[in-house]
């Protein structure tokens, strides 16, 4: 089977888990079997671009004609079987499903934001969830309120990419939904149920479980809708030393706000960004990972991280972090689930903190102070109740093998119906 997976990746300097996970997907897929060929583009390449090439910038997000000739010289030479796409901003555009079509080539979508409406991708703005374009044939509050990289202009150039190319969505052949939470959106936008398949992403298996370590893991952007304000005020509702240590990773604006926490209080440390060995040791020396999205998060990849180390996590309920810790499946009959498990090991038998759900893997509270720091004592003293559930959760859901397999099969489901040319 020859694949092509395409994928525009952030700068470096803006830490993507998604360039991660495309990565890891492509190693993945190559150990395999698969034959991959990767239609890579780099927003870094851009600074290094000729006077012409950025001259065409403004019009790439619709159209990029440099990418559809270079594609249309790949599927002519290698004729794969499916066009895998991630990312196609800015210098691939969404214009790439209609070269593929046209060169009789199924195309497959991983779903990794709310960019098929909203201009950011993310649906929040100024500290809170936004969903103003939802349901509008052009996203005019994106252009007013600058949502996409604070420009006016850019706004209004994404939201007309994204007015132009709604049809163009409306003929991916299949979208993989990371979550049920996307399967949800997608539907929403009027993409058929028979069109979309969810599949989580997968990280390498770090090997069996060490013994778990002390306090709490937070790796993720330092950027507020990644939470990490949310979670300062939340730790500082509890005398120092009474959790244990947080250790903060990452980077971001709101690095100042971590370093003053550190500066303040000695069980804050902050670790900077960290390398892959670096991430491993980190969640490693932590019994609970916090997610504290403030935004619906898609798949945090610190969750599979955690899992996979068997370790709980603690996270907001919102997006896709229910599903990923097992939260928003039908509750188990009382007594017999890990609920009551958790709950007598994390408060002696006492009932759970109101506010505070248990997962297979962990908890999910409101995105709000007070109710994460009412979590935060019963995540550290249910941790060790929880470690089984969390590595055998990452076995049967996001372990490469299996992860791997479901996308395989998908593909060989395209291969197999009529071209589009």
Same mark, same amino acid.
């Given at each position: ?115 098929? %409406?909203?201009?950011?991708?993310? $649906? ?93 893991? $937070? ?48 069980? %804050?440390? $902050? ?51 229910? $599903? ?98």
């Amino acid at each position: 089977m020859r694949i092509v997976v395409a994928h525009n990746r952030y700068r470096e300097a803006q830490p993507s888990g998604e360039n991660i996970i495309v990565d890891s997907e492509i190693a993945q897929l190559t150990a395999a079997g698969v034959e991959v060929l990767p239609f890579i583009r780099s927003s870094d390449e851009i600074p290094s671009m000729s006077k012409v090439a950025k001259a065409l910038l403004p019009i790439s997000p619709i159209w990029a004609p440099r990418a559809q000739h270079d594609l249309s010289r790949l599927l002519t030479e290698h004729r794969p079987d499916v066009l895998h796409l991630h990312n196609p901003y800015p210098l691939l555009s969404p214009w790439v499903v209609r070269t593929a079509h046209r060169h009789g080539v199924p195309v497959v979508q991983t779903v990794h934001n709310y960019r098929q %409406v909203c201009s950011s991708g993310i $649906y929040f703005r100024d500290g809170v969830i936004c969903q103003d374009c939802k349901g509008r044939a052009l996203g005019v509050p994106a252009i007013k309120h600058r949502c996409y990289r604070d420009s006016a202009a850019q706004s209004a150039l994404m939201a007309t990419t994204l007015a132009v190319h709604r049809g163009t969505w409306r003929s991916v052949d299949r979208y993989i939904a990371l979550t049920s939470a996307i399967a949800d959106h997608l539907r929403d936008y009027g993409i058929p149920d028979e069109r979309v398949v969810v599949k989580p992403n997968s990280m390498p298996d770090p090997g069996r479980p060490t013994p778990l370590g002390d306090g709490f893991l $937070y790796l993720a952007r330092l950027s507020p809708e990644k939470g990490v304000d949310l979670l300062l005020d939340a730790w500082r509702r509890h005398p120092v030393g009474t959790l244990g240590t947080l250790r903060v990773a990452g980077d971001g604006e709101l690095r100042p706000l971590v370093e003053a926490a550190a500066a303040e209080r000695p069980d %804050v440390v $902050y670790l900077g960004q960290l390398d892959r060995p670096g991430v491993r040791a980190a969640v490693e020396a932590s019994a609970v990972v916090i997610v504290a999205s403030m935004w619906h998060d898609v798949l945090p990849t610190a969750i599979i991280e955690a899992l996979a180390s068997g370790r709980p996590v603690l996270g907001t309920a919102l997006g896709g972090i229910p $599903y990923l810790v097992g939260a928003d499946a039908p509750h188990e009959p009382a007594g017999t689930g890990p609920a009551e498990t958790a709950s007598a090991v994390a408060g002696g038998g006492s009932p759970m903190p109101v506010g505070v759900g248990l997962g297979e893997a962990g908890w999910v509270v409101a995105p709000e102070p007070a109710a994460l720091a009412a979590a935060l004592p019963v995540a550290r003293a249910g941790a060790s109740g929880l470690t089984l559930a969390a590595r055998a959760r990452y076995e049967r859901m996001f372990h490469p093998d299996v992860v791997t397999r479901q996308l395989i099969d998908i593909y060989a489901g395209l291969a197999r119906t009529p071209n589009h040319a």
